[in-house]
């Protein structure tokens, strides 16, 4: 099982970024897909779930209206498009799996910083 994460980096406050995450080794179709993020210091926050077939979505209050997550069944991929982002969105950014179990990605950092 993995899950690769991509697309992090260092953003400007109000820029955009994409995140990518590949999965393989398991049924993705079936698993809902979550973000999860940290921030250097703190605890896990949840951000952004959609459901297997991509027809339901769901984000926090944080990112609501900034964020935007989709999936490719046909690639088992799915991304966050993420505009407006300030200073508190910087954290590492992980991709997890979720059905009978849970999988996880080891994360790809996001920084934003004038």
């Known amino acids: 099982v993995q899950l690769v994460e991509s697309g992090g980096g260092l953003v400007q406050p109000g820029g955009s970024l994409r995140l990518s995450c590949a999965a393989s080794?398991?049924?993705?179709?079936?698993?809902?897909m979550t973000w999860v993020r940290q921030a250097p210091g703190k605890g896990l926050e949840w951000v952004s779930k959609?459901?297997?077939?991509?027809?339901?979505?769901y984000y926090a209050d944080s990112v609501k209206g900034r964020f935007t997550i989709s999936r490719d069944n046909a690639k088992n991929a799915v991304y966050l498009q993420m505009h407006g982002l300030k200073s508190e969105d910087t954290g590492l950014y992980y991709c997890v799996g979720s059905c009978d179990l849970a999988y996880w990605g080891k994360g790809a950092l996001v920084t934003i910083s004038s």
């Open positions: 080794g398991f049924g993705f179709s079936i698993y809902s």
């Open positions: 959609i459901n297997s077939d991509g027809k339901n979505t």
